[in-house]
């Protein structure tokens, strides 16, 4: 398997605690467009608003629009996912 296809499969597999806000943001629009991965709104909004929590301020706006096509569930096992993401970050 290629490296760029590895990426595309995992986008996130590279990211840590110390990546760049924009690095992560960008694994949000790529969950959020689809773009070489599954349309994953849960997996965009976590990556969003870890993002957002590095100061992505377009991060924010992206996940303010994601609320209004998530359930209240979902909303929820993103912002799980999230701390679970940043606690087990290396």
Known sequence: MAYADALIEA????????SAG???YRVGLMY???LGVAVDY???HKWFNLAALKGVRD???QR????DYMSSLELRQAQRAAREWMQKAH
């Open 32 to 34: 959020s467009t689809g």
């Open 59 to 61: 991060a924010r706006e």
């Open 22 to 24: 924009e690095e992560i």
């Open 11 to 18: 986008p996130e597999a590279s990211l840590t605690n110390k």
């Open 64 to 67: 303010r629009e994601m609320v």
């Open 42 to 44: 849960v997996a965009a």
